[in-house]
């Protein structure tokens, strides 16, 4: 590891951005360092605003890449570097803003149904029980079920916020039953080992990859046509909610949500309360007559 690399690492980890958030940063930079071929700290303003032009127009990236590699090379300069170029004030990250996909409560059942492996089938559920994000849901230990007051602790959470969720009493019963088939003192979701090595040996939790994975071979057999991923659990989670009269602020707390506006997105996802509330302005004009 260069010396560079290794202390934009350690800014980023006395700016508490999680490992995921690092890595992404730290992909970005050297991704722009190979597109010139030279080190990152010798490339000019100009070559950088070329280099955005390029990602833009001629690989057309998707939004979310573009995002994460403006945000990465702007820690990389800005904070790194300390470099307060103009173009890195100028970039910015379309704003697109897509409605998410949104699974019915009977298809997450068809999704889940699918999943052959019960450990991955019990981790996708207690993702979508939960409403959590993926790396969430598999990095929860065992000390993290609270049986006697019926919650989750959700220590990993998003910029390291902790929260605590309601579990679900069948969400319970099948975290016990799978942990009788590993005993892990650590991990609810321990990773596989090898032949021969107890599973009580396991130095990690599952990786997102192997869960998403799981999760898309079970979407292909369900012969669902929506483009739904893992976090399609965690979307239907939050509609599913307020479909149910969960008030909003109360789903927000869930979701770990700092702004009410980024929960405010799922009640455009919800046919019944569009359903309600056409009911009520119907009555409303019914009795102006």
């Known amino acids: 590891m260069?010396?560079?690399?290794?202390?934009?690492?350690?800014?980023?980890?006395?700016?508490?951005?999680?490992?995921?958030?690092?890595?992404?940063?730290?992909?970005?930079?050297?991704?722009?360092?190979?597109?010139?071929?030279?080190?990152?700290?010798?490339?000019?303003?100009?070559?950088?605003?070329?280099?955005?032009?390029?990602?833009?127009?001629?690989?057309?990236?998707?939004?979310?890449?573009f995002k994460v590699a403006l945000c990465g090379i702007k820690f990389f300069y800005q904070r790194t570097l300390k470099r307060t170029w103009p173009t890195l004030d100028l970039v910015r990250a379309p704003r697109k803003k897509k409605l998410p996909v949104v699974l019915s409560v009977e298809e997450v059942g068809q999704i889940l149904a699918c999943v052959y492996r019960p450990a991955y089938r019990v981790c996708l559920s207690t993702i979508y029980a939960c409403g959590l994000r993926i790396s969430e849901g598999v990095q929860?230990?065992?000390?993290?079920?609270?049986?006697?007051?019926?919650?989750?602790?959700?220590?990993?959470?998003?910029?390291?916020?902790?929260?605590?969720?309601?579990?679900?009493?069948?969400?319970?019963?099948?975290?016990?039953?799978?942990?009788?088939?590993?005993?892990h003192k650590v991990w609810?979701?321990?990773?596989?080992?090898?032949?021969?090595?107890?599973?009580?040996?396991?130095?990690?939790?599952?990786?997102?990859?192997?869960?998403?994975?799981?999760?898309?071979?079970a979407l292909q057999d369900s012969g669902l046509q929506k483009a739904a991923t893992v976090h399609s659990l965690r979307h239907s989670y939050a509609t599913h909610l307020l479909e149910a009269g969960v008030d909003l602020h109360v789903v927000q707390a869930y979701l770990g949500h700092s702004s009410i506006h980024s929960t405010a997105i799922y009640l455009h996802l919800t046919p019944?309360?569009?359903?309600q509330a056409g009911a009520t302005i119907n009555q409303v004009l019914s009795n102006l007559r």
């Open 272 to 275: 019944k309360l569009e359903d």
């Open 188 to 217: 609810l979701f321990p990773a596989r080992t090898p032949e021969g090595v107890p599973p009580t040996a396991a130095r990690g939790p599952f990786s997102t990859g192997s869960v998403q994975r799981a999760f898309a071979l």
């Open 2 to 65: 260069t010396e560079l690399r290794q202390r934009m690492i350690e800014d980023m980890q006395l700016h508490g951005l999680s490992p995921g958030t690092q890595n992404n940063y730290v992909r970005a930079v050297k991704q722009l360092a190979a597109h010139y071929g030279k080190s990152p700290d010798r490339i000019s303003e100009e070559e950088l605003r070329q280099y955005f032009l390029h990602l833009q127009q001629f690989r057309q990236v998707a939004d979310s890449t």
């Open 140 to 183: 929860l230990q065992v000390g993290d079920i609270d049986s006697s007051r019926m919650v989750v602790h959700v220590r990993k959470g998003k910029r390291n916020k902790e929260r605590y969720v309601p579990l679900p009493q069948s969400t319970l019963q099948q975290l016990r039953q799978h942990w009788l088939t590993h005993r």
